[in-house]
Every structure is written in structure tokens, then in C-alpha cells.
């Protein structure tokens, strides 16, 4: 029985993870902010510590999958706190626990988001790893409603190339352990009751997000991609950021691969 570590359990695509896995008769320690196995907050130092220590108790100092799915989608800094930071804290914190399984896997949740224009100077601070200087750059972008928007883009974005950069490393593919990411388009969940609550609003979301196949889905579908990613069938791919968008990367990028 593989041992999985999935990161906002209690909600979305983590709940639906989390009881894929656990149908499939594997043992899941759900993480969440509340109504989790392990209660923290990923925006906080303390909290992404705290994960690791309790995760090590629960285990037994082994785990065979980490699903980081966790993540909020509102226009301020604890968006940037939580999606990337808390994001990269998870994988990096649980990668020694990760080391013990005879077959690791690593997973995490970036977006289509990510292939909107960034706003730059937050883009830099990611990838410095300077939380600081980012959650002051998101400060500013959350004061002007017009720009408050960028945030959850760009923290996608750099998600999406810490994953790029990260994957082939010797700590990681070297150390035979996968570590991918999906990039959902518009998933049925929570996150975008809001956004899809009426019949304008979902044509709305539509012209941002063009879907041609099948349009917007149910959690179930992304968390069917993410179980295979963290399978033991999934050994060969590395740093790959799996579109499952309904077309919207084929739309949006189109020839530029
Ligand atoms: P959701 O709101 O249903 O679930 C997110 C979960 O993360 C919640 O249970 C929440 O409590 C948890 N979380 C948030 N902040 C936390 C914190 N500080 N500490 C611990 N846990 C925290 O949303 P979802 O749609 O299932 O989103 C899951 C992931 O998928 C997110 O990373 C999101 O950005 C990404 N995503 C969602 C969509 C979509 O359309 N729903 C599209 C692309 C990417």
C-alpha cells in the first residue's frame, strides 16, 4: 500500500485526489488548513515546517507520493504565500521522506493561468526564492484592482518553471524521483463557484479561457492525471507540465513549441 501525502485535502481537486487514492485501497495523509489529517497553514514558515515534522510522525519517515495541491485564487499576497511558496515548501520539506520509497513520485498543481503575461518584477522575486521582496511586489500589484489580478498568474508561472528548473536535478531525477506538474484549465470546484454561477459569468470565463473539448470538469478528471502522475506506471516523466485544459494551451500558445 503506497503511503500519499496530498496538500489541500478538504477541498476541490484535493478531496477528489484524496478519495481516488483512497478507493484504490492507498493510504492517504490528507494536509489542509482545517478538516485535514495534518492542520497548517501554508502561508506561514511555521506551518510548512510543521507539515514535515507531522508528515515524518504519521509516515514513519516514509512516503511514497506527495500531491501538492493546496492553493487560493484571490488577488493578495497570501495567494503568492500559499501557491508558490507553500507550493515549493511541501516538495522540498517532504523530498528526504520522499528519498526513503522504493518508488517516489512528486506532483504539483500549477495552472493555464501561468501562460497569461506575467507581471515581471513579481516574477523575479519568485524565482529568487526572496519571499519578502515578492509578498512586497504582491502588496502593491493587491492596492490597484487592475493589477491585483496578475498575482495568481504570475505564482502559477513561476511554479510552472521551478518545476522546469527543478526536475532534472540530481536531487530529484537523479535521486529517481519524478516531479511534474498539471496545468488545469476551468475546474467545477469552489475556487470558481463564483465564476461560474451564472449563465453570463461562465460565457465570461469562456472568453478568457477558451476550452474547445468538453469545456469546464469535474475535480475527478484532474485528480484521474495527478494519480497516474504519482503512480509507479509514471517513471520517465521529467519536469513535464501537463496541460489539461480543454485546448486552452493549444489555443492560447499554439505553434510555439
Ligand atoms: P479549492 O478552493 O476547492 O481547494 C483548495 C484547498 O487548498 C482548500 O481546501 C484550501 O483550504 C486549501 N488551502 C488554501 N490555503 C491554504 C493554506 N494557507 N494552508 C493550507 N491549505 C490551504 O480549490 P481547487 O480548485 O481544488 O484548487 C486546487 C488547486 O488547483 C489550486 O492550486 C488551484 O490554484 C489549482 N487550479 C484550480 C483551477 C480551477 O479551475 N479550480 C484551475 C487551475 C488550477
Known amino acids: 500500500v503506497r503511503t500519499n501525502v496530498v496538500t489541500g485535502s478538504a477541498s476541490g481537486i484535493g478531496k477528489a485526489t484524496k478519495e481516488l487514492l ?84 512528486a506532483v504539483l498543481v500549477s495552472s493555464m493561468a501561468a501562460l497569461f503575461p506575467p507581471d515581471e518584477a513579481l516574477l523575479d522575486a519568485l524565482l529568487a526564492g526572496d519571499e519578502s521582496a515578492a509578498l512586497a511586489r504582491a502588496v502593491q500589484l493587491a492596492e490597484n484592482p487592475d493589477t491585483g489580478g496578475l498575482i495568481y498568474g504570475t505564482a502559477k508561472r513561476a511554479l510552472s518553471r521551478w ?7 540530481p536531487e530529484w531525477a537523479g535521486a529517481s524521483i519524478p516531479l511534474n506538474a498539471i496545468a488545469p484549465g476551468v475546474v467545477l470546484t469552489p475556487m470558481t463557484a463564483d465564476l461560474t454561477a451564472s449563465d453570463e459569468a461562465r460565457q465570461q470565463l469562456a472568453q478568457l479561457v477558451p476550452m474547445p473539448l468538453n469545456g469546464f470538469f469535474e475535480p475527478r478528471d484532474a485528480a484521474e492525471l495527478l494519480v497516474w502522475l504519482a503512480s509507479e506506471q509514471n517513471a520517465h516523466l521529467c519536469g513535464q507540465i501537463i496541460y489539461i485544459d480543454g485546448g486552452s494551451d493549444a489555443v492560447m500558445r499554439g505553434d510555439s513549441v
Open 163 to 169: 518545476v522546469r528548473r527543478t526536475a532534472p536535478r
Open 22 to 105: 483512497v478507493e484504490r485501497g492507498q493510504r492517504v495523509i490528507g494536509v489542509d488548513i482545517a478538516n485535514a489529517d495534518v492542520c497548517v497553514d501554508l502561508s506561514t514558515v511555521d506551518g510548512r515546517s510543521r507539515l514535515v515534522d507531522e508528515v515524518r510522525d504519521l509516515s514513519g519517515g516514509s512516503v511514497d507520493a506527495v500531491f501538492a495541491i493546496a492553493g487560493l485564487a484571490t488577488p493578495t499576497p497570501s495567494t503568492v504565500a500559499v501557491n508558490y511558496f507553500g507550493t515549493v515548501a511541501t516538495l522540498e520539506g517532504l523530498r528526504p521522506l520522499l528519498a526513503q520509497s522504493p518508488a517516489p513520485r
